[in-house]
Each structure stands twice: as structure tokens, then as C-alpha cells.
């Protein structure tokens, strides 16, 4: 790969970043470099956020080619903004990042296959959902296994690729959207309303962890509101450089949320890569004048569930769970990008039974090499990653692996299959769940 085509003097491509001044921000410290997890993997300048702002500020000064190297370089970063958490000057590095990849798009698109998929089926939990039903034979009839044990004897690195990708497709459970009332009544005392997005991939790989968010939100007094056709969050499309297609489906949710606003105290959901993107909107919107005060209050009413429940949970509830060594990842976009990190901490600090044992590298966190589609885009990195972050779980000794992101679920659910570690992934309330129900006193069960 030749990263480096220089043409001195010469303009090759502007970027026009809208960002450009922030990108001179940069005072070049390498305060971010040992916490970028691809930095940490290949000690590449070209692969830590300093030597992407400074790519980006190259190409845009005409001083670099915008060749496939440079394309390739923006899209190995994760997005998961632990970046973003160190850097003195507070350059925001990963919205750059994010912005490089809209400003090439033109010379440079993504390939059809994601954005099809994108514009046409990740378009909100119901269309998600229309995948559940293929999938579910498939793998009812074990094709996909028999598809992924072929696959891996085809030589090359594409037959792999593709087994793996077989390998990490999610057993959908029965899709919730079209399941829940538009209100779930509160099934302990009264005390709060809020209103519940369900994310297209918890509503198509784990529904039932969903419904274990209903449940636990009614059991702590919530009367849960769950309106119709909600689109999807954005956050795939955002990081895929289609920005006006994300910011059409924030418009659509807000427009859909926005009579319940006055009613509800929260908008509540169960996964922290939509948490993170609604809570964004404001930012979004922010130069689209009909738009921005509307964004600003709905985002303003955004709480991830483990930030919600931590600070309503009553005190009369106790979840037991029996006797179990457990540990917390932070997904990225919930630590780093939300600061949300000691109330889902606190809240399994509730379960009695649970022993906690801490993960090394929470803060900044250290990506499991999920982010987004990443996992099937960048696998090689990805796996990577898994292997460290499986490495560190062992080492905790953990028998209860813990998350809050369906996509961290689904990594590290790949990591348990592959490594043949003896443990379970759960997410937070399916913990506080079972615990409520006494259904976490047996032999732990891994799911899938
Ligand atoms: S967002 Fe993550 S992967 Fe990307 S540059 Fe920052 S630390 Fe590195
Ligand atoms: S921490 Fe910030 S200022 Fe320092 S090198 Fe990284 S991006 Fe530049």
C-alpha cells in the first residue's frame, strides 16, 4: 500500500473540512497515542490519532494525495473516542475522523453492499426485523454452520472472512417491536413514565434482552411508552459517512417522540450506541434552524437504561444472583463518549452474590473491537483486539462477563466461542433481571 503519493505545493484534493481550524488544534503532545487501541496494535504513528488528524490536514493543505491509503487509514479507526477523553487542547478527534470520511465520500464511497443495507433494512427496528425471519431458518436448519465449516477450507483469505462473518451472525430470538403495548403500566409502585427506544439490532439479535429492560423499568416503577415506527438511531450511518441520511432519521424520531416529551421524565434505551447517538442529535441539528432547539430538547431527555436505573433503582429491590466472580466492559460509546461508567458499576453492585473484578484498561476504555460493523469490515483488527480484551477477562477470572451494547454483547459472545472460556455474556439488565426473578441461582448457561 503506497500511503504516501507527495505532490509538493501542489493542491491535489481540499477536503473543506468544516472542522478545518479544530484540526490545527493539535499540538501534537501523543498524549492520545497509547490510548488509541490500533496505536496499541501496530505502534504506528499512521494508525493513532495524532497521524490521522495529521493525514487529514495534509490532504486538505494539498500536500497528499487523497489515494486508497488514506481512505483505508480513516476507516481503521474505531470511533471510539478514547481519543477524545485525553487530549489536552480537547480536539475532537473522532467527530474529525468521522467528518474526513464525509469530506472523501465523493472520491472514495462506500462500498454498495453497506449502503444498501443501510438506506434499506437498518432503517428502523421494524424493517430491521424482516432479517430475523431468514435467519432464524437458517439456522434452525444449521445451514449456516455447515455454510462456515465449507467456507473455512476454501483457501484464501475471502473464504475465511466469510465463515467468520457466518460465525458472528446473532440467533435472533421472536423480533419485540410489534409486541409491546404502546404502554407497559409500572407492576411496582407508580413513580416515574418514561418513554422506550428500541434499537433495530436488540430488537433483531436480542429481543429478549429488551424485554428484560421492560420488565426491570416496570418493576422499578416506570410506566414504559413505546411509540410506533421509530426509526433507526443513525449511529451506523453516521459513522459511515452518510450524514444526511442519519441526520433524516433523527429528524423522523424526534418529530415521533416529541408529543410524549412533555409526558415522560426520560427516553430510555437498552443500548449504548443508540444512548450515545440520540443524545447527539442536538449536535447534529445544531446548524439546521427548524431543527436545532426540537434536537436539543429531545437529546436533552436521553438516559442510557444503566444511567436511568441507577438513579431512580428503589431501595427495596435487591436482585440475588448465585455466588459468581463477575466483571464489567465499558462499551466505548458509553464510556468515552457518554462518561457513563460508574452507574452500571453501581447498579451490579446491588445484585447480592455478584463479585466484581475490575478489567484492566476502563478509562479510557479499550475498544473489543466491535464498533459498529467494524467486526465485518476490519476483521483481522477486530480479532485482534477480541483476542487482547478475551486475554484480559481471563485474567480476571470472571465467570459473568457483563455489558451494556449489543454489539460488545455479540463480540464478546464470538470471543467466548472461539477461546472456549467457561463463562457467560450478559447484559446489565438481564443481570438485574434474572436476579429479580431468582432465575441467575443455577449453572451459568451460555447464551446462543
Ligand atoms: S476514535 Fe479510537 S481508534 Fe479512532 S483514533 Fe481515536 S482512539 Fe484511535
Ligand atoms: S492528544 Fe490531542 S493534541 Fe495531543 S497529539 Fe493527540 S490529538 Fe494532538
Not at 419 to 432: N, Y
Amino acid at each position: 500500500m503506497n500511503l504516501y503519493e507527495p505532490t509538493p505545493g501542489q493542491q491535489v484534493f481540499g477536503l473543506h473540512l468544516p472542522d478545518y481550524d479544530e484540526l490545527q488544534g493539535c499540538i501534537r503532545c501523543g498524549r492520545c497515542l497509547p490510548v488509541c487501541p490500533t496505536y496499541q496494535q501496530t505502534q504506528l504513528e499512521m494508525f493513532s490519532p495524532r497521524g490521522r488528524l495529521s493525514l487529514l490536514r495534509a490532504v486538505e493543505d494539498g500536500k497528499l494525495a487523497l489515494t486508497d491509503g488514506v481512505e483505508d487509514h480513516l476507516y481503521h479507526c474505531l470511533d471510539c473516542r478514547a481519543c477524545n477523553t485525553v487530549c489536552p487542547p480537547g480536539v475532537r478527534i473522532g467527530e474529525l475522523i468521522v467528518r474526513g470520511r464525509v469530506a472523501i465520500e465523493d472520491k472514495h464511497p462506500r462500498p454498495f453492499l453497506i449502503k444498501f443495507m443501510l438506506r434499506h433494512v437498518l432503517t428502523g427496528a421494524e424493517r430491521a426485523a424482516l432479517l430475523s425471519g431468514p435467519l432464524r431458518l437458517v439456522q434452525a436448519l444449521r445451514l449456516d454452520r455447515l455454510a462456515a465449516a465449507v467456507l473455512r477450507h476454501v483457501p484464501g483469505p475471502v473464504g475465511r472472512r466469510l465463515g467468520e462473518l457466518i460465525e458472528l451472525a446473532p440467533h435472533p430470538g421472536r423480533p419485540l417491536a410489534r409486541e409491546l403495548a404502546e404502554v407497559e403500566p409500572a407492576t411496582g409502585p407508580q413513580r416515574h413514565r418514561v418513554a422506550f427506544f428500541l434499537g433495530c439490532m436488540m430488537n433483531v439479535a436480542m429481543p429478549d434482552v429488551s424485554r428484560a429492560t421492560v420488565r426491570v423499568l416496570r418493576r422499578a416503577g416506570c410506566d414504559v411508552l413505546t411509540p410506533r415506527g421509530q426509526a433507526c438511531c443513525g449511529a451506523p450511518h453516521d459513522d459511515q459517512a452518510m450524514l444526511d441520511f442519519s441526520r433524516d432519521l433523527a429528524r423522523k424520531n424526534i418529530a415521533l417522540f416529541e408529543p410524549l416529551l412533555d409526558e415522560v421524565e426520560a427516553v430510555v434505551t437498552d443500548c449504548a450506541g443508540c444512548s450515545g447517538a440520540l443524545k447527539e442529535y442536538a449536535e447534529w441539528l445544531h446548524d439546521d434552524p427548524e431543527w436545532r432547539e426540537r434536537a436539543r430538547r429531545f437529546s436533552a431527555k436521553v438516559r442510557d437504561v444503566t444511567e436511568w436505573l441507577d438513579a431512580i433503582w428503589p431501595e427495596e429491590l435487591t436482585p440475588v444472583h448465585r455466588p459468581a466472580t463477575a466483571t464489567y466492559h465499558d462499551p466505548c460509546h458509553l464510556a468515552n463518549l457518554q462518561n457513563v461508567r460508574s452507574q452500571p458499576r453501581r447498579l451490579l453492585g446491588r445484585v447480592t452474590g455478584l463479585e466484581m473484578h475490575p478489567l484492566p484498561d476502563s478509562h479510557p476504555v479499550r475498544c473489543c473491537g466491535s464498533a459498529g460493523i467494524y467486526n465485518l469490515t476490519h476483521t483481522d483488527m477486530s480479532r485482534e483486539l477480541l483476542d487482547r480484551k478475551m486475554a484480559d477477562v481471563a485474567a480476571t477470572g470472571a465467570e459473568v462477563v457483563v455489558s451494556a451494547n449489543p454489539g460488545c454483547l455479540l463480540q464478546l459472545e464470538w470471543g467466548r466461542r472461539l477461546t472456549g472460556q467457561p463463562i457467560v455474556v450478559k447484559h446489565v439488565v438481564e443481570v438485574l433481571d434474572e436476579g429479580l426473578n431468582g432465575q441467575a441461582q443455577g449453572d451459568p448457561r451460555p447464551r446462543g
